[in-house]
């Protein structure tokens, strides 16, 4: 069986601030901190939620993730316009890299969307960013109703393409995604998409580290 590259989405492919010009004129300088802000409670949710096994999709932490940044930043934006950002959130661009990268990849290697998402919101992603072909399957967290870094969610990957860990990469900018899957057992490539991102010190390491997706035909050469 071909090599397994299971690619994150959100942070990954798909870039998650990229709303930053329609925040930016909706209330200024506050856009970056807004966006920041965003992301990181809608982990947070994501994260709170699996420990309680209370499960919501993904987009549930990210309307309440958007909820919360209104409160605390003191932005006043309108239902309509909360409804509207949460809408332009299915169609967020992908990584100028990897519309790239991704065709020669698909030709050595069997790729797999998998996310936190839910498969709508994911499906609508990649379609929009028209990627949604290079994949040959989708696995995201709705199947099991819980969240990566839960190991079930990375059995659950494995049980549905019908592979070994040893056969299969993460590929995710995310170092919680990225330590998650090195516990059960997968090769791992850290996405470092910025020169400020720390990878957490928790003694685990990722098998490779790239800056962008387009390095990882050379940096898979070397290893499977």
């Known amino acids: 069986m071909k090599t397994v590259l299971a690619f994150d989405v959100y942070g990954t492919l798909i870039d998650t601030h990229g709303l930053l010009a329609e925040l930016t004129d909706m209330m200024g300088d506050k856009a970056e901190l807004f966006s920041h802000t965003w992301r990181n409670k809608q982990l947070e949710y ?3 939620r699996g420990l309680m096994r209370q499960y919501q999709h993904f987009s549930v932490c990210t ?5 919360f940044t209104c409160r605390q930043l003191q932005v006043t934006l309108s239902e309509d316009q909360q409804q509207w950002l949460l809408e332009k959130y299915l169609r967020l661009p992908a990584f100028n890299d990897v519309q ?3 065709p020669e990849l698909a030709e050595k290697y069997i790729l797999v ?3 936190n998402g839910e498969q709508r919101a994911v499906n609508s992603l ?3 960013a028209g990627i949604n072909q290079h ?3 989708v696995i995201t967290a709705d199947a099991v109703e819980t969240f990566k870094p839960d190991p079930v969610i990375y059995q659950h990957l494995l049980n549905s393409v019908r592979c070994a860990a040893n056969q299969t990469w993460l590929i995710s900018s995310n170092p919680f995604d990225v330590i998650g899957a090195s516990e059960c057992g997968w090769n791992t490539a850290w996405v470092k998409r910025s020169q400020q991102a720390v990878f957490d ?3 685990i390491t990722p098998s490779v580290e790239i800056s962008d997706s ?3 035909s050379l940096m898979l050469k070397d290893t499977v």
């Open 46 to 48: 994501s994260f709170r």
């Open 63 to 67: 309307e309440q993730a958007l909820r």
């Open 100 to 102: 790239s990268a991704l």
């Open 113 to 115: 969307a998998f996310s």
């Open 126 to 128: 990649l379609s929009h």
């Open 135 to 137: 994949f040959h399957h």
């Open 201 to 203: 010190p928790w003694g």
């Open 214 to 216: 387009g390095q990882l």
